[in-house]
């Protein structure tokens, strides 16, 4: 195996990164990051020591925002040599901030919104790439007759909130053994403290972002988000790239353990397994609360649909097993099943 090839899958499994095409969908997930700073890996039990990507970034350093949709490669993005880079950062207002998941589901956001502009109140499916189980966005036939503005409203308000429930659907793939790239699994980053606040934080900047300007193209998209994202960022305190290294070390042994090498499970050591629609900075006791509204996520309903991966979830309950599908319903119990077995791997391993 080259050098090349090693890069590439001990980067794959630093920051979980998904190579698949979807067509008009976003890509995957943006290569990024693991808690932790100087992070190393093992690839077959071996140390790979010449990967050590950079992970935490200033402000200045986020570069464009890219509408992801596969212009920008993994290595361009890990080595900062495309207009877009991405990495963890500390805020005074919300902890700890990853900009990779703000990005991504603020081009799900904006993607969605386009989607249910055109089709909401009707019955049409929209079919995502599978995470474990295939994913389809149904939407139902609403006799309502909305106005123009109503539409369009609801379309960001829902678009927003769906784009969050993929992100949470994303971290319990990962817990069950997710593989974006084939053979190496993404244990480290399932539940992530700082991933789904991040997550949300996107979905909100990004439905601020459209409910200014309904009508924004791909490319405008792009623009006005990378103006928001520093923004926001500023507006939440976001410190230097040294101030944040030094927050993120001193997690070190609370939140991740840098004894250990990652595809290790056990970087991670506190994960959030809250999977609400009203969340707080993780840690952060006076930290800014972020929401979505759930008034209109009848109009579309996210379905995890069974596919040959389902004996991933073989020790789920049967009852859960059985159901011809799942919903974002079931997504905190399952998370809660997810708590459960980690806390008695722990308590095994002390």
Known sequence: MNNKSLFMIATSLLFGSSFSVYA????????????????????????VPFVSVENVLNIDDLGDHIYNDGSQSVASSLMGLGDE???????????????????????????????????LGTDYSITLSPELKDR??????SKSNFTFEEKQNISVELAALTAYRLAQWHEIAQWFGMESVGGFKELASAFSPEDLYSNMLGAKIASSVIAKNPNLSKDDFSKAMTKAIEAKFIELGVVSKEESKAQIKSMDGVWWDSDKRLPNKWVVIHREYHLGTD????????????????EYEALATFKLIHN????????????????????????????DFAKEQDEKEQAKNK
């Open 24 to 47: 008009d969908a976003p890509v995957g997930v943006r290569p990024c990051c693991a808690f932790g700073t100087n992070l190393q890996t093992e690839v077959g039990g071996i140390p």
């Open 85 to 119: 880079s991405n990495g963890i950062f500390y805020s005074e207002k919300g902890g700890f901030l990853d900009s990779a998941h703000v990005r991504d589901t603020a081009d799900f956001t904006y993607y969605l919104y386009t989607e249910f502009k055109a089709h």
């Open 136 to 141: 389809v966005i149904q939407l139902t036939e």
């Open 279 to 294: 969340l707080r900075p993780n840690g952060f006791k006076n930290g800014v609360e972020e929401s979505l509204s759930t």
């Open 308 to 335: 040959k991966n389902d004996k991933a979830f073989n020790a789920l309950p049967e009852a859960l097993r059985n159901k011809a599908y799942w919903t974002p319903s079931d997504f905190q119990t399952i998370a």
